[in-house]
C-alpha cells in the first residue's frame, strides 16, 4: 500500500513508525493506530475493534506481511484498544501485550481459549521489548486512565507513543509541529479529557519525573497519542511534560460531584 509521506513518522531505511489511517465510523471515537517496523519485523499498538480489523490486518498485510508481526501490544482494556484482538490472534503468530491485571477481563471479549496462552500479562513496572534488531521501552501509565495501563517508548525514532495521554478531542489538524502554540493545543483540546480521565497530581508528577529521566538519556522528540493530534519538537514535548506535571485532575477536582442527586432522568 501507498503511506503518504506524513503518516511516516520515522524511518531510517531500518528501524520505521508509522501513523495508520483512522478507521473509525460514525460515534466511533477517533483512533490513531501505530505500527513500529524493525529489520522486517512488526508490532502493532492498540488495534482496535472488530470494524478496525479487517482494514487493518490488510494493510499489516502489504506493509510488512501478517506472518512479521511479533507483537500487538494493548495499553489497557478498553474496547477501542483491545476488542478485536481475538480476530488479531487468530490469523497471526503475534504475541499480546497487556497488564496483567486484565488478562482475566480480556476473554470476555471473545478471546478463543486456543489463542488464550498468546495473551501475555505485563508486571506494573513494564519492561524491555527486542523487536527486531533494537529495543522497545514499555513504560508505566498507570491511573492514565486505566489502573493498568502502559505507553510505549521506541529509543530509535524518539517518539514516545502515549496512549490516552496528551489525548486531544476535536482537533482540527493532525500535526502540533515545532514553532505552533502547543500550549494552546493543550488548553483547548487536551486538558478537558485529561482533567477528567487521568488519575491527577499523585501520578502526574512521577510520570512528569520519568519521562524527563527518558529525554536526559535518550531525548524524545515526538509525543503520540493513541487519539488526536500529535507533538512534535523537543520543545513541544517538554512544555507538555511541564503542563502535564502541574495539572489538576480527576481525583483533585472530583469531589464535589459526591453529592445526593436531585435532577431526574428522563430518557423519551
Known sequence: MAISPERILFDDGNHKCILLEDYGRGQMVQSNVFLIVDSGKGM??????????????????QIIGTQNLKYIFLSHQDPDIVAGINGWLMTTNAIALI???WLRFIPHYGLDKYVEPRLKGLEDEG??????????????????HSPGH???????????????MFFSFGAPYMFVNPGD???KHLKEYVEPFVRRFMGGKQVFKPYAKML???????????????????????DNVMKAIEWVENLEAGPDIIGSVYQIPKTPLKFD
Open 44 to 61: 502493532i499498538l492498540d488495534p482496535g475493534g472488530h470494524k478496525l480489523f479487517k482494514p487493518l490486518f490488510a494493510d499489516i498485510a
Open 99 to 101: 497488564s496483567k491485571w
Open 127 to 144: 519492561g524491555i521489548l527486542r523487536l527486531g534488531n533494537s529495543d522497545v521501552f514499555i513504560i508505566p501509565g498507570h491511573f492514565m
Open 150 to 164: 502502559f505507553q510505549v517508548y521506541d529509543p530509535v525514532s524518539k517518539i514516545l507513543f502515549s496512549d490516552d
Open 181 to 183: 502554540d502547543v500550549e
Open 212 to 234: 524527563r529521566e527518558i529525554d536526559e538519556i535518550f531525548g524524545i522528540e515526538v509525543i503520540a497519542p493513541q487519539h488526536g493530534a500529535i507533538i512534535k519538537g523537543h
